[in-house]
């Protein structure tokens, strides 16, 4: 019934190895996962509205995203294609993908090719000096303009 | 100084310097007898790995083609290129690119390095995926070598691993999509997805952080876990009785002889061993059964056979790398993809698969494959159809094994030939 010294022993021994072999390699995977990353900011300013006269669409390649003014509405959508990540072109029928052939209408919407999701639109205020600014960290639905 | 008289005098000891070392280098000398040539693979490091006979099905070029022996001598070719790479690289995106055009322009020997390495690991998946198909096609995977193959198929992915660490490293427009697809591809498995993506990037998008990590995997992790891999893998070629063969090349011992069914105590030795390695060395040479045998001695038989495919192996590389450069495009953008990005032949099946359906072309698809593959062996018990290419025993694993094989050369050929920009079909005629 009652366990032996020696097999408590071999017990605890076996268990610590085994457990701190594990945290070891646990430990490893937190050592490899960075705590902070330095990437661009996700909230920017793009620029005055001036800079994006009526009817145009500018693709700012830099920031992955495609400004679109309307008359006086003006939106932010993402150039970064929901099926693995490339740059989408813009075409004329809206933007097309390199590398999986992705199509979409100028709306964002998939018309064709593997992506799975339409392109995300990004939120876009007017800040107090006048130029427009992206906050790529907040998607808003696809067809909502800010009003000039 | 009359004591010395005992041992030899310094003027002999440095006449007798050059045979002195040669001789405690190596313990033999060249073979003129049977004795002589166990020894030599007996007692040397590097020969050890070998068995002192081999059998002569090993040594047939028709059954193996040699595959084997190529993708390891390709990898040797691999390791000794990419350290004397690992001299003029720098894991920095800001110094990268410059330091291949430096390989082209001002290095010694900088540009065949590179095509030497290049060119390398291309063969390297090529031939390790010929081994594959030999190995499967002589149903060498089966019962005693099971786990040799799942080895083999894991020594396959670190391949494919290897050169896709490595391909990131120019920091090229290449480079840089290939990992951004790849990285996204990684991102679509289940639950694991998005950290693994995380951990293999660094962050959120590929920039310094993955090229750093990337360049650790190429050059520190993978290449250990693989020469580990690739250790375990010969020695159980010998822990399994070497490679494949028919049943039939080795003739069975008359009954008589083998005398064991009567014999009350079983040895678990019963039927493996043929002749003492001990008495073989050191003589006397004294067999158990007494009984012919297809085997020939490693030296010079099996040496020989591998130096020549080492030297041809060589050379091919010398004269591709002569004659053809490795590509280098244009430095990374990330504001534009290439149109179309294609990546490297070997992986273009993939991509072709990825461009129907993300999770299914990336991971649901390669995963059953590879999965399939690994339970080959588990699945396929029958004993019948070892060491004959397409034995009609196995008629029907081969068929599906070249179904999926064809289906892969299919859709390599489509990605290489048939996709233009945005990835259109188009014809290339
Ligand atoms: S990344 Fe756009 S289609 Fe694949």
Not at chain 2, 124 to 152: D, I, Q
Not at chain 2, 230 to 252: E, M, N, Q, V, Y
Request: hydrophobic letters at 45%.
């Amino acid at each position: 019934m009652a366990v032996s010294r020696r097999r408590m022993l071999a017990w605890i021994t076996g268990t610590g190895l085994v457990g701190s072999g594990v945290l070891s390699a646990i430990s490893n995977f937190v050592f490899i996962k960075p705590r902070a990353t330095y990437g661009q900011p996700q909230r920017f300013s793009i620029g005055k509205p001036d800079d994006y006269p009526a009817g145009t669409r500018i693709a700012l390649d830099a920031r992955r995203i495609c400004v679109v003014r309307e008359g006086n509405r003006i939106a932010a959508v993402s150039t970064t294609c929901t099926h693995l990540g490339c740059i989408v072109g813009l075409a004329d029928t809206g933007f097309a993908c390199p590398c999986h052939g992705s199509r979409f209408d100028s709306d964002g919407t998939v018309t064709g090719g593997p992506a799975p999701r339409p392109l995300p639109w990004y939120k876009i205020t007017l800040a107090p000096n006048g130029e427009i600014e992206v906050d790529k960290d907040t998607e808003i639905t696809p067809g909502s303009y800010l009003t000039l | 100084m009359s004591k010395e008289t005992a041992s030899p005098s310094l003027l002999t000891a440095v006449k007798e310097l050059p045979g002195n070392v040669w001789k405690s280098l190596f313990r033999n000398p060249l073979p003129t007898n049977d004795l002589e040539r166990s020894s030599t693979s007996f007692t040397n490091f590097f020969l050890h790995i070998h068995p002192v006979k081999v059998h002569k099905n090993t040594l047939r070029p028709s059954y193996t083609l040699g595959l084997g022996l190529i993708s390891f001598f390709l990898f040797m070719i691999l390791v000794v290129t990419g350290i004397l790479l690992m001299f003029y690289y720098v894991p920095s995106t800001t110094q990268a690119y410059d330091r291949m055009l430096d390989l082209r322009g001002s290095v010694a020997f900088g540009t065949i390095l590179r095509n030497m390495h290049r060119w390398s690991a291309h063969g390297m998946v090529a031939v390790v995926v010929m081994h594959l198909c030999r190995v499967f096609l002589t149903g060498s995977y089966k019962k005693p070598r099971e786990f040799n193959w799942v080895l083999g198929v894991v020594l396959l992915l670190l391949t494919l691993l290897m050169s896709f660490t490595g391909y990131l490293l120019p920091w090229d427009q290449l480079a840089f999509w290939a990992i951004t697809v790849g990285t996204a591809i990684a991102g679509y498995a289940p639950i694991v997805g998005k950290d693994i993506q995380f951990l293999l990037m660094g962050g959120s998008t590929v920039g310094q952080e993955a090229l750093l990590r990337f360049y650790v995997l190429h050059v520190a992790v993978l290449p250990a876990v693989l020469t580990l891999s690739i250790a375990i893998h010969f020695w159980r070629i010998r822990k399994d009785g070497g490679l494949s063969r028919p049943a039939d090349a080795d003739p069975t011992p008359p009954m008589e002889m083998a005398g064991s069914a009567a014999d009350p105590r079983p040895s678990t030795l019963d039927g493996k061993k043929t002749y003492g390695l001990q008495g073989l060395v050191r003589g006397p040479l004294t067999k158990v059964n007494n009984i012919p045998d297809n085997t020939v001695f490693s030296w010079p038989n099996l040496f020989m056979s591998e130096l020549f495919v080492f030297v041809m192996t060589l050379a091919v590389v010398l004269v591709l790398a002569l004659l053809f450069n490795a590509p280098l495009e244009e430095p990374v953008n990330v504001m534009h993809p290439p149109n179309p990005a294609k990546a490297p032949w070997y992986f273009l099946g993939l991509q072709e698969m990825v461009s129907y359906s993300a999770f299914w072309g990336g991971i649901g698809v390669p995963g059953i494959f590879v999965g399939l593959l690994l339970l080959t062996p588990y699945l396929d018990r029958s004993p019948k159809g070892v060491g004959k290419w397409f034995s009609r025993d196995r008629l029907l694993a081969n068929t599906i094994f070249l179904t999926f094989l064809l289906a892969n050369v299919i859709f390599v050929i489509i990605g290489t030939f048939f996709r233009g920009p945005n990835w259109a079909f188009v014809t290339p005629w």
